[in-house]
């Protein structure tokens, strides 16, 4: 595990992914034509994706697998008010997945990066599979866009410098894992090598245009709340000042404010099937 305390972002994930809520779906749909049994999300977190798998597969058996017990409780309590029928298992990434039972389909969003070794990671996920059983990934994708490039103060393009932050974090990351082995993510590639056939990639765009709903705002403003405490040191001190005023609640041109507010995003979901 790494030292991200995941408990504490119980919130802000469930925000981000209930934003990101319309990709799960029509990743779902492309898989329309399973009737699985058994379901694993693997790393689900607080389990918005595992709900909609519930839904989507309502035969199915849905258990939700984290290492984090604060974030299973979550995905219980969102099942119950959902009403749907989730299981839960704590297990930590990779030695555990060895003793989770065997499915017709794994899900895992967004979590193979956070595993050292991610050939291994994927080798076992496939060995989680019963043959003809499919392996569904979330990596890669685009980052997502809320604000206008020049928001009218600050210096323009303060998106992309996000980026280059989040991919420097996003690298410190990687290097601090247990047993990080570098690879090229190839996720296609990185498929084949564990036998899985069928192999295919697609990517989903999550368009919120504007006006902006009040949750979809309130997930920006938490983001935005992130990256400015946690970015201190990795940005010029006018964006610094900028992000400030975007989360200023008092200013017009503040993120709680301003009309101009949209969430654009892409996810990219890699399946393959075990023969
Ligand atoms: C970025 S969140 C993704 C949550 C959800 N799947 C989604 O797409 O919104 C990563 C999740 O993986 C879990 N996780 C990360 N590393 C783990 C590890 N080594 N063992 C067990 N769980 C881990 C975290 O607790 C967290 O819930």
């Known amino acids: 595990m790494t030292d991200i305390d995941w408990a504490a972002m119980a919130d802000l994930l469930e925000r981000e992914a209930e934003t990101n809520f319309p990709y799960v779906e029509q ?9 699985p049994q058994r379901i694993l999300d693997i790393g689900s977190g607080p389990g918005v994706a595992a709900c909609q798998l519930a839904a989507a597969f309502p035969q199915a058996e849905v258990t939700a697998v984290d290492g984090t017990p604060e974030l299973l409780d979550r995905a219980e309590l969102r099942a119950k008010r959902l009403g749907v029928t989730l299981r839960t298992q704590v297990a930590e990434f990779p030695a555990g997945l060895a003793d989770l039972d065997r499915a017709d389909l794994v899900w895992s969003g967004q979590v193979v990066h956070h595993v050292g070794d991610q050939q291994d ?18 990596e890669g ?5 809320c604000l206008p490039r020049d928001l009218g103060f600050g210096r323009p393009g303060l998106a992309a410098r996000l980026d280059a932050a989040t991919a420097d974090r996003f690298n410190r990351m990687r290097a601090d894992l247990p047993g990080t082995v570098p690879v090229v993510e190839d996720w296609k590639a990185l498929f084949a090598n ?10 989903f765009l999550i368009d919120h245009p504007s006006p902006l709903s009040e949750p979809h705002r309130h997930t920006i403003r938490r983001t935005l709340e992130r990256q400015r405490h946690g970015f201190a040191e990795d940005l010029a001190p006018d964006d610094l000042a900028t992000l400030d005023r975007l989360l200023d609640p008092k200013d017009p041109a503040g993120v709680d404010q301003r009309q101009d507010l949209f969430f654009l995003s892409a996810k990219t979901v890699h399946y393959g099937t075990k023969p």
């Not at 996920?125 to 392996?135: C, D, E, F, H, R």
């Not at 994708?141 to 866009?145: E, I, V």
């Not at 564990?194 to 990517?203: F, Y």
């Open 27 to 35: 990743a779902l749909a492309e898989l329309s034509h399973l009737t």
């Open 141 to 145: 994708g685009l980052p997502a866009r």
């Open 121 to 138: 990671a994927l080798h076992r996920l496939t060995a989680l599979l019963n043959p003809g059983g499919v392996l569904a990934i979330v």
């Open 194 to 203: 564990t036998g899985l056939t069928e192999v295919r990639s697609k990517t």
